[in-house]
């Protein structure tokens, strides 16, 4: 069974501190690994793909990248509006467009 | 900009009633998804369609059912809603063959 699991759960950053979330992968050929960030009472927006190992991708403050067991969003300097809950989602070669998603990360970057 | 819009932001209903939950997109996509978020179980798909009637069955689908009449529609419908379908509901779209999946701004639901 494919699974996807993220940590931590929740995360609190002073503004201008950076950190990194965890979003670690148990499947049978993965295809692809998306981000997206959903604010409170919102739909996810999409963030990222990545589709490789040792593939990187860069958004502002947000870097994604990708190792054959986990993925890591790191990021730089975050401000006050980063906060949101970043969720990771996989897709496997054998599900076609079926995404499995991870719990999420709440994230709250205070002023 | 792909724009993936659901018919209503919040939604109260009462135990029995039949729900109607409509999604639209503008892309002419032909994947659309019908996902639930619960606290603690993340998003769960419930149908998905590969093309205007064609269903199938996601992760929950049971007390479920999908229509898919026109490509830029896909309903998800509750036959008679119960206090456990109480729930945050989502719209996503995606292209045939294509990965990113692109969502909408969710209904809230709750079944009193």
């Known amino acids: 069974e494919d699974q996807v699991t993220q940590s931590p759960e929740a995360l609190r950053l002073q503004e201008g501190e950076s950190s990194s979330l965890n979003c670690s992968y148990t499947?049978?050929?993965?295809?692809?690994l998306f981000w997206y960030r959903q604010d409170p009472g919102k739909g996810p927006e999409f963030l990222f793909t990545?589709?490789?190992a040792g593939e990187e991708k860069e958004k502002e403050r947000l870097k994604a990248t990708l190792t054959k067991k986990e993925s890591f969003l790191h990021i730089t300097a975050p401000k006050p509006e980063d906060s949101a809950t970043y969720l990771c989602?996989?897709?496997?070669?054998?599900?076609?467009?079926?995404?499995?998603f991870g719990e999420g990360t709440q994230l709250t970057v205070n002023p | 900009d792909v724009k993936v819009t659901q018919s209503s932001r919040y939604l109260v209903k009462r135990t029995g009633e039949k729900v109607f939950l409509e999604c639209v997109q503008d892309?002419?996509?032909?994947?659309m998804f019908w996902y639930r978020q619960d606290p603690g179980l993340g998003l769960r798909l419930i149908y998905f369609?590969?093309?205007?009637?064609?269903?199938e069955k996601g992760d929950i689908p049971e007390g479920y059912s999908v229509s898919r009449e026109k490509k830029e529609r896909f309903s998800l419908i509750l036959e008679s809603a119960s206090t456990n379908q109480t729930s945050m509901y989502l719209c996503?779209?995606?292209?045939?063959?294509?990965?990113?999946?692109?969502f909408g701004p969710g209904t809230r639901l709750t079944v009193l």
């Open positions: 996503a779209s995606s292209f045939e063959g294509a990965d990113t999946q692109y």
């Open positions: 499947v049978s050929g993965l295809r692809g």
């Open positions: 990545l589709y490789s």
């Open positions: 989602a996989v897709q496997v070669q054998t599900s076609g467009s079926r995404l499995t």
């Open positions: 892309m002419d996509h032909e994947n």
């Open positions: 369609s590969y093309d205007v009637k064609m269903k």
